[in-house]
C-alpha cells in the first residue's frame, strides 16, 4: 500500500477522537412488528441497534419489551401518506385529518408501544413536507412526559420534518443511509461500508434497515467486531443527541 494511502487508512478511524469523540454511528432496524421471528432476531443482535415498531402489529408490544429488556432504544415508526398514494398502514396518520384526529392517531400510537422514547415516520413522503401537520406531531411529541425524540427518515427530500422538530424543541436527527433499498447481500454491505466512511469523514451517522433476511445476515456479521475493525462505535440515539 502506498504511504499516502496508509497514512489516511490510519487517520480516518482517528479524526472523530481528535475533535473530542470517536467516530460512531446510529443503527435503526424499522418496520417491526409484523413478524415474530425477525423481530427476535433484531433484539438479539449485539450492541445499541434501535428497533422502530409499527403500530397496531401482532407482536409489537411483545417485541418492545423484549428490545427494551435488552437494552435497546424502542421507537414508534408512525405510518404517515406518501406520495404515491401506498397504503402506510393501520394507525396511520394523513394529510385530510382535522387536527385533533391527527393528534389522537399519535397519542395511540405513543401509548401502544411500550417504552417509546422516539418516533420516526413509516413513508411520509407527502406528509412530511407538510409544516402544519408536522407541528401537530411535535406539539404531541413535547407533551409527552417521557422527553421524546424524532429522526426523519427523510422519505422526501423536500421534508421539513427535522427543521419543524428543532423549532418545536423536539429532539431530532435525520437519516443519512438507507442500507437495503437493494435487498442484493453485496448492496447492502455497499451501503453499510458508506454508512462508516459518512461516521469516520463528518464524526456520526445515521443509518436505517430493515428485518430482511439479508440485512440481517449482514449485521451479524459486521456488528460483533465494528469497533476493532473498522474504528467506528455504535451508540444508542440518545447518546448521538447528548452530543447536538
Known amino acids: 500500500m502506498p504511504l499516502r494511502c496508509l497514512l489516511l487508512a490510519l487517520w480516518l478511524p482517528l479524526a472523530g477522537i481528535a475533535a473530542g469523540q470517536p467516530p460512531s454511528m446510529v443503527l435503526i432496524i424499522d418496520d417491526l412488528g409484523d413478524q415474530a421471528a425477525a423481530g427476535s432476531r433484531v433484539a438479539r443482535l449485539p450492541g445499541p441497534v434501535v428497533c422502530s415498531i409499527l403500530p397496531q402489529t401482532p407482536h409489537g408490544r411483545a417485541l418492545a419489551h423484549s428490545c427494551h429488556a435488552r437494552n435497546k432504544e424502542v421507537m414508534l415508526h408512525l405510518p404517515m401518506e406518501a406520495v404515491n398514494g401506498a397504503d402506510p398502514g393501520p394507525g396511520a396518520v394523513t394529510l385530510d385529518m382535522l387536527p385533533e384526529e391527527f393528534r389522537h392517531v399519535v397519542r395511540q400510537g405513543l401509548a401502544e408501544i411500550p417504552h417509546v422514547g422516539a418516533v420516526n415516520n413509516h413513508m411520509g413522503s407527502l406528509l412530511t413536507q407538510a409544516p402544519a401537520p408536522m407541528g401537530w406531531l411535535m406539539e404531541e411529541l413535547v407533551r409527552d412526559a417521557r422527553d421524546l425524540a424524532f429522526v426523519d427518515s427523510r422519505t422526501s427530500t423536500r421534508t421539513v420534518a427535522y427543521r419543524i422538530a428543532r423549532e418545536h424543541g423536539v429532539p431530532a436527527v435525520s437519516r443519512d443511509v438507507f442500507l437495503d433499498h437493494d ?42 467486531d465494528l469497533e476493532a475493525a473498522h474504528g467506528v462505535r455504535l451508540v444508542s440515539l440518545r447518546e448521538l443527541l447528548r452530543r447536538d
Do not use: C, K, N, W
Open 183 to 224: 435487498r442484493e447481500p453485496d448492496s447492502i454491505r455497499r451501503q453499510f461500508m458508506r454508512l462508516l466512511d459518512m461516521a469516520r469523514r463528518e464524526g456520526v451517522a445515521v443509518g436505517i434497515g430493515h428485518p430482511y433476511p439479508e440485512t440481517l445476515a449482514v449485521l451479524e456479521d459486521e456488528l460483533p
